[in-house]
């Protein structure tokens, strides 16, 4: 399988995981009454903790990093995996799920602004294309859910999300490089969840009904829709440039939107189909882009290899 097929592979599967959380996150605040903030903590301490462990067990030099590394970790684990997560649930509880959705995914473009202001490189084609795809397809499937309501506060942490996004996707590279994506994923989660619960301490979060459902949910969350998700798309960054990597990351709201349907019997109407579709013909874009060719393009910085060194 050619690397820029397995890399937006990578990116698939984070996604779908990723919308199958949103779900689980759905039924743990709405029937066990838990807090965005206590899950957003649990899921960082989770994921971080069996990472760790994992790598200390398998490979225990390679959680010793050098300061400078560690103070570039700490970055992102606050900016990143920290920031990404509050912002979008405080757009959520001011204007919405679907405005804090279509405003998170603007991540994609600014990915691409960056690249165009900073390398002076312009998207190919094909990305371009499947930019403005994703791009029609998220704002079609979040205005199928319903009305959208437009609050300052909201719409600044919805951005706020956005740029946090673009923040994890292009900021690692260097972190990858040198200590691999393993790592910087393991740092990033411990270094996000000590950054959340420094404030306040966990039972002060809002923890809900504890049952054998919530506690499978919360398990679901950490596991499935935390470590292994975020581990994948950081892995995807070794194989993909990170614009590509970025608009592959809009199948997020699609899976999403299949999973509420499925799970919770939220019906799709005629926008999020024709949405959905332009999400779809979106991969497909980017699908053909990097089939039969290497991800080492000019365009934007050189893929690594997940061990840490430059690809030859």
Do not use: C
């Not at 900016?79 to 959520?92: E, M, P, R």
């Not at 084609?125 to 009305?147: D, F, K, S």
Request: glycine share 10%; charged share 10%.
């Amino acid at each position: 399988m050619p690397r820029g097929i397995r890399g937006i592979a990578l990116v698939l599967a984070a996604t779908s995981l990723w919308g199958l959380s949103g779900t689980a996150a759905q039924l743990l605040f709405t029937h066990d009454g838990f807090s965005p903030l206590f899950l957003v903590v649990v899921r960082l301490w989770g994921a971080a903790l069996i990472l760790m462990l994992a790598l200390g067990v398998r490979a225990p030099r390679r959680l010793k990093v050098p300061w400078p590394d560690l103070g570039r970790l700490a970055i992102f684990g606050l900016f990143g995996f920290l920031l990404v997560q509050l912002s979008y649930f405080a757009a959520i509880a001011s204007v919405g799920v679907a405005m804090a959705t279509f405003l998170q995914y603007l991540g994609p473009p600014l990915i691409a602004l960056f690249f165009v202001v900073i390398e002076r490189r312009a998207p190919a084609p094909a990305e371009a294309l499947a930019l403005a795809l994703a791009l029609l397809g998220t704002l079609l499937l979040v205005l199928g859910r319903g009305a959208l309501k437009l609050e300052p506060a909201g719409v600044l942490f919805g951005l706020l999300s956005a740029f946090s996004l673009a923040f994890y996707t292009i900021y690692p590279h260097g972190l990858i490089r040198r200590q691999g994506a393993f790592v910087t994923t393991a740092y990033g989660f411990l270094f996000g969840a000590i950054a959340a619960s420094l404030p306040w301490p966990l039972w002060q979060h809002g923890i809900g009904q504890v049952t054998t459902g919530s506690l499978l949910l919360i398990a679901f969350v950490i596991v499935l829709g935390t470590l292994v998700p975020f581990a994948l798309y950081v892995l995807a960054l070794t194989q993909l440039r990170p614009t590509v990597v970025g608009i592959a990351a809009t199948a997020e709201p699609l899976a999403a939107a299949i999973s509420a349907f499925l799970v919770l019997g939220q019906a799709l109407r005629w926008p999020q189909y024709v949405g959905g579709a332009l999400i779809i013909g979106a991969m497909l874009a980017l699908a053909r882009q990097n089939s039969g060719r290497s991800t080492a393009s000019e365009a934007e910085p050189t893929p690594v290899a997940a061990g840490g060194r430059p690809d030859a």
